[in-house]
């Protein structure tokens, strides 16, 4: 007897009720109706597509352009017990062979697959193969040019249509206005699909933009008068170190998180974050997927985002829990000057694009018609030092060449070090006798890798340090002076990204045929940043109103929590100078104390105060002192 849906998402979700609109879009997809999902962030998308897939017979292909969150998935259902398997790019012929069989004859019940895949021969034919029962397109908007995150690679997808011509399609995303869902629906081919969207208000949620002079003062006000986890959205690696520490400083537990943190990390600091053994999460935007808190409190973006779309998917991971939580997004003048200058001047050209293709190749010293599928790791830095390239625009491109399918780039932090010795053994040993500083690392390295007097042999610094009980800084330290010594030859590098070369190198020829893409992809990255700016400028409607109004709600009433709907309601009620002048005096004679402390203890507006703290000192009631505090003045 065939299960309900219900029934599946008990037995392996452990749930007793849909979220809202789930059930409704799993009816679609058992109808065989092609079907467009459109859930907010924390609406439960995949449940839509893994649900009806459990319950119809054969295998669900999954279309995902996020490796991480592909990888996430699938551990997931496996730890549910059901057969899933994930083919990024990368993955040698002889293994996507094996692989691809596994999912005809091994009763797999989902195949993940990046877009790329579908340009390969070999895994079109055994997509042919195999008994699909329906086909979902994640993050669907990366298939329109006018996507947040638009990948050419996409447009591949129509392949399965093809292929099988009647299997349903489902296409999911968090964030498209009413353009971009069209564009889904032309370039998927999909057939008179069931669209089913959910509102995107979040009556819960207050979205703050914040104007402030000094970003982290105004960090420890939100954290002080909101408790509870939070996380704190920095546009690079160096600002969530800092950040955290600032925050540590103050005594609030916090940690970072960016792409450069070794997994080992990641996950410990992930696990302390769920736990609430650390209430602040610094990080930057590589920190979202798969994350399931519901109790977050605070969002607050220290920069503004370079888009709607990602502050509206960042902001909405608070409140999941349907309590009241705030989204706050800090900004002063320096914010419009920084997009500009970190979004649109650093927008590549044409001929950039092809200028940094080619050093690339070079770099490898990959020949012209050479190179597909070949993986090396990259240090970025390095590369753009060798050539002499400006780092973002050149960053830049390799995320364009990565979205176009040229390349795979891949940012992870690794560290590969290798040690030979020179010398004989009991010239080596005479060495360490006269200098026993040395003899500990050399022993440890001796004892624990074989053949190092014979050619280079990889080590791992990690392990030799916790052996001996000591730092790698210390044990990097002994070797570079052992090679100083001649003794030993050590190379210890750095790498903080693998590229993968998808196609074979035909330079401007690869480039002019999806130059086109780069053309579009640059007009709709100016268009969304200077929708960003307006939404941060517009200081006459409700904040949720225009977030509603950017994705094509027009609808709306105001929410009530927002900066403007707060603002607004402070404006009709009449304050009352003469009392906060008294609670003024009143904190004063305790103490003397600055207008910021004054500001964190009164609960009225702080321009209000401000300007009551002025006529206060004019009619010198108050004073200020050499500490730059207020103090009553003695009559």
Not at 242 to 259: D, V
Not at 591 to 614: A, C, F, G, Q
């Amino acid at each position: 007897m065939t299960k309900t849906p219900l029934q599946i998402l008990q037995e392996y979700w452990k749930h007793d009720r849909f979220k809202p609109l789930q059930e409704e879009i799993i009816t679609s997809v058992l109808s065989a109706q092609d079907t467009f999902a459109l859930l907010p962030t924390g609406g439960g998308k995949s449940v839509c597509f893994q649900v009806p897939a459990l319950i119809k017979e054969g295998i669900c292909i999954v279309i995902s352009p996020l490796i991480a969150l592909m990888h996430d998935q699938v551990q997931h259902l496996q730890q549910k017990g059901i057969k899933a398997i994930a083919l990024p790019s990368g993955i040698k012929y002889t293994e996507l062979d094996t692989l691809l069989d596994n999912c005809i004859y091994g009763n797999y019940k989902f195949l993940y697959l990046s877009p790329e895949r579908l340009q390969q021969e070999i895994v079109k034919e055994r997509l042919r193969q195999m008994n699909i029962n329906l086909i979902a397109v994640d993050e669907a908007h990366c298939i329109s040019q006018w996507g947040n995150d638009f990948r050419p690679s996409y447009k591949k997808i129509k392949i399965l249509r093809e292929l099988h011509p009647t299997v349903p399609i489902i296409a999911l995303t968090a964030s498209a206005t009413t353009h971009v869902v069209d564009d889904i629906i032309l370039e998927l081919d999909l057939f008179q699909p069931q669209l089913l969207k959910q509102s995107f208000f979040r009556p819960n949620l207050g979205y703050w933009v914040t104007p402030t002079i000094d970003k982290n003062y105004k960090l420890t006000q939100i954290l002080e008068k909101h408790p509870g986890t939070s996380i704190i959205y920095v546009r690079n690696r160096r600002a969530t170190i800092e950040l955290s520490e600032f925050l540590h400083s103050h005594g609030i537990t916090a940690a970072s998180y960016h792409g450069g943190v070794d997994e080992k990390d990641k996950t410990e600091r992930f696990r302390q974050w769920m736990n609430e053994e650390v209430r602040v999460m610094v990080a930057t935007n590589a920190f979202g997927m798969g994350i399931d808190k519901s109790n977050v409190r605070t969002v607050i973006h220290y920069n503004v985002p370079e888009s709607i779309e990602s502050y509206f998917q960042e902001a909405g991971r608070a409140g999941r829990d349907g309590k009241q939580s705030f989204a706050f997004l800090l900004k002063n003048q320096n914010d419009n000057t920084r997009l500009n200058n970190q979004f649109i001047k650093v927008l590549p050209g044409v001929d950039t694009v092809k200028l940094v293709y080619r050093k690339l190749c070079n770099y490898f010293q990959i020949s012209y018609g050479e190179g597909e599928q070949s993986t090396h790791d990259f240090n970025f830095n390095a590369f753009c030092k060798t050539y002499e390239l400006h780092t973002l625009t050149s960053y830049n491109t390799l995320q364009f060449l990565d979205r176009c399918g040229v390349i795979r780039f891949m940012q992870r932090y690794t560290k590969k070090s290798s040690v030979h010795i020179l010398v004989t053994g009991n010239h080596l040993l005479e060495f360490l006798k006269k200098n026993s500083q040395y003899e500990l690392v050399t022993k440890s390295i001796l004892r624990t890798y074989g053949g190092v007097f014979d050619e280079e042999v990889a080590i791992n610094l990690s392990l030799l340090a916790s052996k001996i009980d000591t730092s790698e800084t210390e044990i990097i330290q002994v070797l570079n002076k052992l090679k100083e010594a001649e003794l030993i030859e050590f190379n210890h590098k750095v790498f903080d990204a693998e590229i993968i070369f998808l196609i074979p190198r035909e330079d401007d020829h690869t480039i002019n045929r999806v130059k086109h893409h780069l053309l579009a992809q640059n007009k709709a990255k100016i268009e969304k940043v200077e929708a960003i700016l307006q939404y941060t400028e517009d200081n006459t409607t409700c904040k949720s109103r225009l977030l509603l109004r950017y994705f094509g709600e027009q609808d709306t009433t105001d929410c009530g929590i927002c900066s403007f709907c707060t603002t607004s309601k402070s404006k009709t009620i009449k304050i009352d100078v003469h009392k906060i002048q008294e609670d003024i005096v009143r904190l004063l004679q305790e103490k003397k104390l600055s207008s910021r402390d004054l500001i964190s203890k009164l609960e009225y507006p702080e321009k209000t105060i401000l300007e009551v703290l002025r006529e206060m000192n004019e009619h010198q009631i108050i004073t200020i002192n050499h500490d730059n505090n207020y103090q009553l003045v003695q009559q």
